[in-house]
């Protein structure tokens, strides 16, 4: 198995502009978590997914920010517009036994100018 | 917010030595994982010890847990450079919460 996928591995981005990250997770894990790694606040859930459904999304910080999971194989994190505080390592976790034994993907680095 | 703290904040070893993390945390939990991170790279899963557990072993990593304390320890022998990273615990409770972490550096 390829583990799980993001892409782009790294993005540079004006301030305003709009941000799409994408993740594809592992084939037959039915949960999926975003999160979002700084030095400041380290490791923080956004949100996650089980069966494509939304669970908790009380990490997402504003409204800027949503997600979607369209189909058991992608999901997306945007957002709209973006803000030099958003820069961040944003990871894509996907795992078959719900918070346990979560797989990461390589992350997206998002640089905010 | 943070569930986990761990000490120390940076380790530095030789190879051969053993390492040792300690993470404290704050509230009753499901379970306690502990992951590594290698500079740059997504977080791996290293172990899982259940809240009714004492001690794990998986190859060279130990992990211990005290509720009592609400600590956990890992402990990792005869560390080799590849061991070089940073080192996670994360708490369960209704989700998934992560410490602050430990960097730990193996020099030949």
């Known amino acids: 198995d390829a583990g799980v996928i993001q892409s782009p591995r790294h993005e540079v981005t004006e301030m305003g502009q709009e941000v799409t990250l994408r993740c594809k997770p592992i084939?037959?894990?039915?949960?999926l978590f975003w999160y979002r790694q700084t030095m400041m606040r380290g490791l923080e859930l956004l949100i996650y997914f089980n069966n494509n459904v939304p669970i908790d999304d009380s990490g997402m910080p504003e409204d800027r920010f949503s997600a979607k999971m369209p189909n058991a194989s992608f999901s997306t994190l945007k957002i709209q517009p973006s803000e030099p505080r958003d820069s961040a390592v944003y990871f894509c976790?996907?795992?078959?036994?719900?918070?346990?034994?979560?797989?990461f993907g390589p992350g997206t680095r998002l640089t905010v100018l | 917010s943070q569930q986990g703290e761990e000490d120390p904040q940076a380790l530095s070893i030789q190879e051969g030595e053993n390492a040792t993390m300690n993470c404290s945390y704050k509230t009753s939990i499901n379970n306690l994982q502990w992951y590594r991170q290698n500079s740059g790279r997504g977080l791996v899963h290293l172990i899982l010890?259940?809240?009714?557990?004492r001690e794990k072993h998986s190859g060279r990593l130990r992990v211990t847990l005290d509720t009592s304390k609400k600590s956990s320890s890992l402990l990792i022998t005869a560390s080799r450079a590849a061991d070089t990273a940073s080192y996670f615990c994360?708490?369960?409770?209704?989700?998934?919460?992560f410490g602050t972490g430990t960097r730990l550096l193996v020099s030949p």
């Open positions: 976790a996907s795992s078959l036994r719900g918070h346990n034994e979560q797989f």
């Open positions: 994360a708490t369960v409770v209704e989700e998934l919460v």
């Open positions: 010890i259940r809240s009714n557990e």
């Open positions: 084939s037959g894990h039915d949960y």
